[in-house]
């Protein structure tokens, strides 16, 4: 079993930016490929960026492309996403996911591990 877990998350203003990180500890054998997702009040969970097991092909929703940033941190068993320009349309509770295969994936069910999520608030 892999657990993920997310911190950084918070209350920023439009138009500042925020830095979310992830760590994968357990049976990190199975942690390949890494992504973020974001779910917004009374909405589905929705796909945010995606990074492969080593770190060399990203992918970003286009609602983010630009403004978000998704890297491996210091050890290959953690994933940053770095958030600026944000929007109140930003405003979600983030979720960490890990996949057991290398490649990239944009879609939930090719994920098997999830973290807790941590809310991010972007007040106007």
């Known amino acids: 079993q892999v657990r993920l877990v997310e911190s950084g998350g918070g209350v920023v203003q439009d138009g500042d930016s925020l830095r979310l990180s992830c760590v994968a500890s357990g049976r990190t054998s199975d942690s390949g490929a890494m992504g973020w997702f974001r779910q917004a009040p009374g909405k589905e969970r929705e796909f945010v960026a995606t990074i492969d097991y080593s770190g060399g092909y990203t992918g970003y929703a286009d609602s983010v492309k630009g403004r978000f940033t998704i890297s491996r941190g210091s050890s290959r068993y953690t994933v940053d996403l770095q958030m600026n320009s944000l929007k109140p349309e930003d405003t979600a509770v983030y979720y960490c996911?890990?996949?057991?295969?290398?490649?990239?994936?944009?879609?939930?069910?090719?994920?098997?591990?999830w973290g807790q999520g941590t809310q991010v608030t972007v007040s106007s």
């Open positions: 996911a890990a996949r057991r295969y290398s490649n990239t994936a944009t879609s939930e069910g090719a994920y098997d591990y």
